[in-house]
């Protein structure tokens, strides 16, 4: 449960670093501004979630690692079973 917090979190800092950043203030920061917002928000998740789930955030990216077998899915889980 906890990898799934991480990238839920990671994915919302994402969206509202990078894409707040462009929307919100994308015709005063400019190209660089709106690139810096994303690469520091991505830079930030990297250092705090990063060890927890790898820091895919982007959830293409991990479809992509699946499809390449570069990562493997979680087994099912049966209902009412504990994480330990």
Do not use: D, Q
């Not at 928000?41 to 790898?54: H, K």
């Not at 889980?77 to 504990?82: N, P, V």
């Amino acid at each position: 449960m906890k990898l799934y917090l991480a990238e839920m979190i990671g994915t919302f800092v994402l969206v509202v670093g990078g894409v707040g950043s462009a929307v919100l203030a994308g015709g005063k920061i400019g190209y660089v501004g709106v690139s810096l917002a994303f690469g520091l928000s991505l830079l930030a998740m990297a250092y705090t979630i990063g060890p927890i789930s790898g820091c895919h955030i982007n959830p293409a990216v991990t479809v992509g690692a699946l499809l390449a077998k570069k990562i493997s899915a979680p087994a099912p889980r049966r209902a009412g079973a504990t994480e330990r």
